[in-house]
């Protein structure tokens, strides 16, 4: 059983930067693999990036959010740059055993989300 907690959503102007932080507690988490969605009103879920030893993005972020991870307090971050209005959304970090993947169905454990609101 894996509990997953973000945190650092808030409201941006364009351009602005925020890093978000999902918290992750049970047993053997280095075996997972922990990524982020975000799920735009009115949208599926996205995958937006994958932490992994090449980190994998969406194509509309790639070279704006960084995704990491600190083993050692069990946290993966996505710091997110050059912020847009459509990048507004409720941002979900989730985790599954063994690789990662960009579907959302692969994952068994999600937090409750954290909001992200980028003004024009």
């Known amino acids: 059983q894996v509990q997953l907690v973000e945190s650092g959503g808030g409201l941006v102007q364009a351009g602005g930067s925020l890093r978000l932080s999902c918290a992750a507690s049970g047993r053997f988490l280095s075996r997972y693999a922990m990524v982020w969605f975000r799920q735009a009103p009115g949208k599926e879920h996205e995958f937006v990036a994958a932490?992994?030893?090449?980190?994998a993005y969406a194509d509309s972020v790639k070279g704006r959010f960084t995704i990491s991870r600190d083993y050692d307090k069990n946290t993966v971050y996505l710091q997110m740059s050059s912020l847009k209005p459509e990048d507004t959304a409720i941002y979900y970090c989730a985790a599954r055993q063994g690789s990662s993947s960009p579907i959302r169905e692969d994952y068994l454990y999600w937090g409750q989300g954290t909001q992200v609101t980028v003004s024009s």
């Open positions: 932490h992994a030893w090449n980190p």
